[in-house]
DNA sequence: TGGCAGTGTGTGACTTTGTCACATACTATG
DNA sequence: CATAGTATGTGACAAAGTCACACACTGCCA
């Protein structure tokens, strides 16, 4: 049961499909759930649990990676406000068990649903099952995307646009470590320090511990589609 | 409109939510789908297209693909009797782009279903919403599968594994060249057939053109997991 | 029957990426 | 200000991808 009226609005706000439904499921909903709150770099699932509930995401984010056998990361996706992690669901409803990690990077505020009710609304409620499909199609679309990444495209370029589409275009620097890089584009700390020291010399960036400051966003655009 | 009984049996053999289904919906299904049949090596799916009927598979198998920029190829999953390509029902149920190549392998005989048909029982017929959820489901985590494959195993061990895999355990002869296993794999033919050199010195399979038969399971399977 | 095009495979040189074993440097904390 | 923990640098080597060819096999047609 979700009381606190500012977390009801926020909810209604970030999750379309409350908007879309009646107002019988919207009351059904705010009463069957509750809200947590979870620091940040709290692991939420590991690989090959079963799923007991489903978390949507109200504020910050979460990270879902695969580890492989010599111990390097690679990031599927992450959930932000408004998304959901879909895998659990797709684990909840296929009854499979939760074929990757997650961990939280803000500290989140979600709200919880048992399995029975993912199930019973899927079955019921149209808004429901629509926004379930939707961020199923999106992930299904993300990984997609990471496929086409690692199969085919260079290092080099990948960590070029992975600089510009990770910084704020206001500062253009980012508190970040190497191998925090290297754990999103799945690759090896080692590398990512090469390729940012050429980037150095190259003038595109500076580095400093923690955290990198681009310095020309135009050559790095180019060298991350050329 | 379907006519013929024995597809009809057939159907209902395959695709286990028609047994789920109350008679009704199956009377409806029959009656507003037809049966296609495609050939070998056609093109079904373009990347970028907007998808306007989800077919579900019957007879045959296609395979669902990614091409790099420098037009390597990857292999996503592959479809067979009694799936679908539910990357179209995502697009479908998502309204989003097919972001990838299918094409058919085996000649198929498949089930055609409008995008308003998909959308209408999905929303009311829960034997189908479940038969959706739990194939997207499924192709998530192949697709999961194959990121961790690519970003982390090496390619000597992963075409060892395709290699039992892809074969009858009869006759252990396999037609296949090596274009087409790279491609499967994501990788490049000169790297499929050095390795396969690699095996074939070392015993474990014999090389002809257009063929490979496996001379030592017990050691590739050794291959494909140390 | 020989030539020829299309397809499939082999190979060497080179670049990029991943691995390993370290060295070094910075940071917080007692 | 010593020290443990974290972050980064580096060189040597192995694995994988790229490029530019050479060569071999198959089917077909003149």
């Not at 509750?34 to 990270?63: F, N, W, Y």
């Not at 993300?142 to 600089?163: C, M, P, Q």
Request: net charge negative; charged share 25%.
């Amino acid at each position: 049961m979700i009381t606190d009226p500012a977390v009801i609005d926020e909810l209604i706000r970030q999750f379309h499909f409350l908007q879309c439904a009646d107002a019988d499921f919207v009351r059904q909903f705010i009463g069957g759930t509750k809200v947590i709150h979870l620091p940040a770099d709290q692991p939420i699932c590991q690989q090959g649990m079963q799923c007991s509930h489903l978390a949507l995401v109200i504020e910050g984010t979460a990270r879902i990676y695969k580890i492989g056998e010599n111990g390097r990361e690679i990031t599927l996706y992450r959930i932000g406000p408004g998304e959901s992690c879909i895998l659990t669901a797709s684990c909840i409803l296929s009854q499979k068990p939760f074929p990757a990690f997650a961990v939280s990077e803000q500290p989140i505020q979600a709200v919880i649903i048992s399995t029975s009710d993912v199930v019973r609304w899927s079955n019921n409620e149209q808004a429901w099952r629509d926004y379930l499909f939707r961020l199923i199609s999106e992930r299904l679309s993300d990984v997609i995307s990471v496929v086409e990444e690692v199969a085919f495209r260079r290092v080099d370029r990948r960590l070029a646009g992975y600089l510009l589409r990770n910084s704020d275009n206001g500062s253009s620097r980012m508190q970040v470590t190497h191998q925090s890089i290297a754990s999103d584009l799945g690759t090896s700390r080692e590398v990512v320090s090469r390729i940012l020291k050429d980037f150095e010399q190259q003038g595109l960036i500076s580095i400093t511990r923690g955290a990198i400051t681009l310095e020309d966003r135009d050559h790095l655009n180019i060298k991350s589609t050329e």
